[in-house]
C-alpha cells in the first residue's frame, strides 16, 4: 500500500497542533498508518517534526504571497497577511512554541519568512504608519504570537474562526499604528 506522506504531514500537523506531546502511535493512528511505515517515512519524532517545520515554512510563504504584502498601504498588507494565514494559524502555533527546532539554530527558511515580515513592518514605519519605538523584530514575533494564541483560541472554541483574524489585526495594529499619545508616552 503506498502512502501519501503529505497525507501523514498534514494529519500529524492537526493532531499535534491539538495535542503538543502526542506519541508517534498516535500520530500513526490518526494518519491511518502503522506504527512501522511511519517510521519507514519518518525516522522520528525529531524527522517528522523537521518534515512538518518544512511544511509549515512552505504554508506560510504561500500565505505571505497570496497576501501581496508589498501591495499597498502597511496595515491594509498586515490584515491580508493576517487573513491568509488563518488557515494555518495552528500549524505555526504548533511550530512557534516547537523548542528543538531551535536547538541548532534556525532553519534558513524561518530568516527568510522572518525578512519579509520584518520588511513589512518596516515599510510601515517608513510611511508614518506604525510606531517607531518598536522594532521590526518585535512587532513580527507580536505577530506570530497573536496568530497562534489566536489558533489556541479557536481550537478550544474560545474565539470563532471566522474572527480570529480581525480580533488579531485589531489588536496588533491598535498596539502598533502611530498615535499622539503614544508618542508623548515614549518622549517621556
Known amino acids: 500500500m503506498s502512502v501519501d506522506r503529505d497525507h501523514v504531514l498534514r ?13 508517534m502511535d498516535e500520530i500513526a493512528k490518526a494518519a491511518g498508518i502503522g506504527r512501522a511505515t511511519l517510521h519507514r517515512h519518518f525516522a522520528g519524532r525529531d ?20 497576501a501581496r504584502i508589498e501591495e499597498g498601504d502597511a496595515a491594509g498588507a498586515v490584515r491580508r497577511l493576517i487573513d491568509e494565514a488563518e488557515p494555518v494559524a495552528g500549524m505555526l502555533a504548533f511550530l512557534f512554541t516547537e523548542n528543538q527546532l531551535y536547538e541548532n539554530g534556525t532553519n534558513e527558511g524561518w530568516n527568510r519568512l522572518d525578512t519579509r515580515v520584518q520588511q513589512l513592518f518596516r515599510r510601515g514605519q517608513e510611511d508614518g504608519s506604525f510606531r517607531l519605538d518598536l522594532t521590526p523584530a518585535w512587532l513580527t514575533e507580536a505577530l506570530y504570537g497573536l496568530i ?7 481550537q478550544d472554541r474560545r474565539v470563532a474562526a471566522k474572527d480570529m483574524p480581525r480580533m488579531v489585526a485589531e489588536l496588533l495594529l491598535g498596539g502598533a ?12
Do not use: H, M, P, Y
Open 11 to 23: 494529519e500529524a500537523a492537526a493532531l499535534l497542533t491539538r495535542k503538543a506531546t502526542a506519541s
Open 47 to 66: 524527522a517528522l517534526v523537521r518534515a512538518l517545520e518544512e511544511l509549515g515554512i512552505q504554508q506560510f510563504e504561500q500565505a505571505l504571497d497570496a
Open 148 to 154: 497562534g494564541t489566536g489558533a489556541w483560541a479557536v
Open 177 to 188: 499604528e502611530r498615535r499622539a499619545e503614544a508618542e508623548r508616552r515614549t518622549k517621556r
